[in-house]
């Protein structure tokens, strides 16, 4: 099963919804779930062919270009024209974000994904996204496997660090310790 089907699906409610309330767009998105990759491209190229502005099947197409045949410049500008079209939507930068992960661009996909988590911070598919990042990114200690205990504790610091407002409440926690050391020492 693909990466994507857990980074474009929604949750709503009880169970998975489709993407959109657009029957042919789902039906793509279903097909890209399944790997069917020329089937999912076929009818992302109807629904962009019949609607040119559909950012939303821009984007779709975008990360099945990136899924099927690894051409990660046709996929990065499609993406980047479903940016364009959809100024305000976190969809264009999630495949943005997915289609550097796939291409080995850790840090611009990271990039792309926080700008999505700026446009909308509780879509699951950003948290997936990160999720994705993480399980690419190199361990902190190269030396040691992934799931050293040792390379755990420090991954999840560095996931936790990744928010600015986690690093700055670890800053104050920082401060206030060595305020309070200093204090007991003097």
Do not use: W
């Not at 790997?35 to 992302?44: I, L, M, N, S, V």
């Not at 988590?117 to 997936?128: F, I």
């Amino acid at each position: 099963m693909s990466d994507i089907r857990h980074l474009m699906e929604f949750r709503k409610g009880f169970g998975n919804t489709g993407f959109s309330d657009i029957p042919s767009l789902n039906m793509a998105y279903k097909h890209l779930y399944a790997g069917d990759h020329e089937e999912a491209e076929r009818r992302f190229r109807e629904i962009i062919k019949s609607d040119p502005q559909d950012f939303d099947a821009m984007a779709g197409l975008a990360v099945c270009v990136a899924e099927d045949g690894g051409k990660f410049l046709t996929a990065e500008k499609l993406a980047r024209e479903s940016v364009r079209l959809g100024k305000d939507c976190a969809t264009g930068y999630i495949a943005l974000g997915y289609v550097n992960l796939r291409g080995g661009r850790l840090e611009d996909g990271y990039r792309y994904l926080m700008k999505a988590k700026h446009l909308a911070p509780k879509d699951p598919r950003v948290h997936q996204g990160f999720a994705i990042y993480d399980r690419e990114c190199p361990p902190v200690v190269c030396d040691l496997s992934r799931l050293h205990p040792v390379n755990r504790v420090l991954g999840g610091a560095r996931s936790y660090l990744r928010s600015p407002t986690n690093r700055a409440m670890a800053l104050a926690v920082l401060t206030g310790s060595l305020v309070l050391v200093g204090s007991m020492l003097t």
